[in-house]
């Protein structure tokens, strides 16, 4: 088996295991009906009304979905929860710069997160979703 056809089952099997897990389905679930954060997965105060909902703390955050791709060293770019671009992009040549990048931008918070990312950085190619503070925002060319 040839590199190319190891990725691309690995890929195919990450996958699926992250299919099988139940945790992100029953957050899917709580977060619809209003019970916890669509951004930090904490508990709401009463009384839960359905829809997505921000926390308190998760009010002054920008979602901001963060994708990269390994191609003679890391590149990343960013979209808005609109689906809008951003600007700027990076280019690292390791992928310790990519995990602290997404370490600062609170998109490792549970346990799924970090393994979907690690699997992500393994296969050299993935996204996730970061909560960035307004300076972390215009950083990127966002306008508030």
């Known amino acids: 088996m040839n590199e190319e056809q190891y990725r691309y089952l690995f890929s195919k099997m990450s996958q699926s295991a992250r299919a099988i897990s139940n945790e992100p389905i029953a957050f899917g679930r709580k977060m619809r009906a209003g019970r916890i954060c669509s951004s930090c997965k904490l508990p709401l105060p009463a009384p839960h009304t359905p829809g997505l909902k921000r926390c308190a703390s998760c009010e002054?955050?920008?979602?901001?979905?963060?994708?990269?791709?390994?191609?003679?060293?890391?590149?990343?770019?960013?979209?808005?929860?609109?689906?809008?671009?951003?600007?700027?992009e990076f280019t690292f040549k390791s992928s310790t710069t990519l995990r602290e990048l997404a370490r600062r931008g609170k998109g490792l918070v549970h346990a799924w997160d970090r393994e979907g990312f690690e699997i992500d950085v393994e296969l050299g190619?993935?996204?996730?979703?970061?909560?960035?503070?307004?300076?972390?925002?215009?950083?990127?060319?966002?306008?508030?």
């Open 125 to 144: 190619k993935g996204g996730i979703w970061l909560r960035l503070s307004d300076e972390q925002y215009r950083a990127l060319g966002g306008v508030l």
């Open 60 to 88: 002054d955050k920008h979602l901001v979905f963060m994708y990269f791709r390994q191609r003679s060293g890391w590149h990343c770019g960013f979209r808005t929860e609109e689906r809008k671009k951003l600007p700027r």
